[in-house]
């Protein structure tokens, strides 16, 4: 038993000293080859701080004894000498900072691009000019398709409620300018009109033809 516990120990010193040497043979390889370059401080705690090398993206980690010496914030910018970081450490943090220099300013983010504006829908030639039937009929037929019938209430989502009121005024507007066809129903020739329907110019009888054609096809398929 005493000389397997032996055998245990040298093992666990020879292995112990191989990390050793292979973390020196690391250390001595990347001290060969410090680089300088501009970094940007992206994170900083109580003593440490994290640096995104400019044009290449990667992390460099800033040791204490550097973080203390400079008052960096994030968003500073920086100039510094890396090395390989400890190959513990290299596949999260590459880059290892031994100097610093804190450079004047700091880096603004990109303003946000501003939006495109909304292209405006050409007015309806015929319309007076700053009424409400002129600020809302062009959208109201840049929503109505060929051979579809409209309600006034079909465009309420484009209006406050307390103007929805007026939109059969708009619609007749655009009735004036011959720009939509009126279709109205009557339950007997001597009532008023029940309902309002409303399409593009030109459409009306086409419209109309498909709707009652549309209205006998259920008719017969219920006798």
């Known amino acids: 038993m005493k000389t397997l516990k032996t055998f245990q120990d040298l093992a666990k010193k020879l292995n112990d000293e191989?990390?050793?040497n292979s973390r020196m043979v690391n250390m001595v390889n990347t001290l060969?080859?410090?680089q300088k370059c501009r970094g940007i401080i992206t994170n900083r705690n109580d003593t440490l701080a994290w640096a995104m090398i400019v044009g290449e993206g990667k992390q460099a980690f800033i040791p204490s004894n550097l973080t203390a010496i400079h008052n960096l914030r994030t968003?500073?910018?920086?100039e510094i000498t890396i090395i390989e970081n400890d190959y513990r450490h290299r596949n999260k943090t590459p880059y290892l900072v031994i100097t610093l220099n804190k450079l004047d300013g700091e880096v603004q983010p990109v303003p946000a691009p501003e939006p495109l504006p909304t292209p405006r829908i050409?007015?309806?030639?015929?319309?007076?000019p700053g009424t409400f039937a002129d600020e809302i009929g062009?959208?109201?037929l840049d929503m109505m398709k060929p051979g579809f019938l409209y309600r006034a209430r079909d465009f309420v989502h484009l209006v406050s409620e307390n103007k929805s009121k007026k939109l059969t005024n708009v619609l007749e507007a655009l009735l004036a300018v011959g720009r939509v066809h009126r279709i109205s129903l009557h339950s007997s020739?001597?009532?008023?009109?029940?309902r309002l329907y409303w399409c593009l110019a030109g459409q009306g009888s086409k419209t109309l033809?498909?709707?009652l054609e549309h209205q006998v096809g259920e008719d017969d398929d219920d006798g």
């Open 75 to 78: 968003g500073d910018l920086v």
């Open 122 to 128: 050409p007015r309806v030639e015929g319309l007076q």
């Open 189 to 194: 020739p001597d009532r008023r009109a029940g």
């Open 32 to 34: 060969a080859r410090p």
């Open 209 to 211: 033809a498909k709707v």
């Open 18 to 20: 191989s990390d050793y």
């Open 138 to 140: 062009p959208e109201m």
